[in-house]
């Protein structure tokens, strides 16, 4: 009797832990987004480094987002723009059709310390920022804003690497998500737009 009562108390905690799981969390930089499905896809961030991000883990993953509005913040902004390097003059961008990272060598045209309230950047009106990358036809350059480093850089770079557009230069949304079955987002947060002291 005794046993058979060790027996049914085990299987009942079992039965809780395997109820309450803990999920997953993962964080990356947004390159697709379709709309139709509600599926979000990423490069991961693989620094061990919390405060330095680097979102370069090849190939990338795909989540359907939660049907539940509660659940999901501000739907995310996609590009290809993984990181600009000023001081080595170098940009790291997504190729969608290879699946792989291209290191593209630029020169700089411009760079300015920039606050991201000045209104070069920002627009006191709409109380927004300013969109960037700024294409330049005639002159073949682009511009973009390093908020992290608040950094004005205008460059210009080879013909082949201008012609893929805005979306090559454009950084993508840093987004999180909370998960248990690969694939499938529980919870979907959207750094880039969440103000975290906004009350």
């Known amino acids: 009797m005794r046993k058979a009562m060790v027996f049914i ?25 379709d709309k139709d499905t509600h599926t979000v896809t990423m490069l991961r961030d693989k620094s061990p480094d919390a405060k330095k991000t680097d979102y370069t883990e090849l190939p990338p993953v795909s989540y359907k987002l939660p049907e539940d509005p509660n659940e999901k913040g501000p739907e995310p902004k996609t590009g290809r723009l993984m990181k600009v390097d ?3 003059k170098e940009a790291l961008l997504f190729l969608p059709d290879s699946n792989t990272l291209a290191t593209v060598i630029f ?11 000045d209104p070069l950047v920002y627009d006191s009106a709409a109380k927004k920022s300013k969109p960037f990358p700024v294409m330049d036809p005639e002159k073949k350059t682009i511009t973009t804003y390093l908020k992290k480093r608040k950094i004005l850089l205008t460059l ?44």
């Open 107 to 117: 020169n700089t045209v411009e760079e300015k310390n920039v606050d991201s309230k």
């Open 156 to 199: 210009s770079v080879a013909e082949e690497y201008y012609a893929m557009g805005p979306e090559a230069w454009t950084s993508g949304d840093e987004v999180r998500i909370y998960y248990k079955e690969p694939g499938k987002a529980l919870r979907f947060m959207n750094v880039s737009k969440t103000d975290i002291f906004k009350k």
């Open 9 to 33: 108390i085990l299987s009942i905690l079992l039965a809780l832990t395997g109820c309450n799981e803990f999920g997953k969390v993962d964080q990356g930089r947004v390159v697709a987004y």
């Open 86 to 88: 000023p001081d080595k």
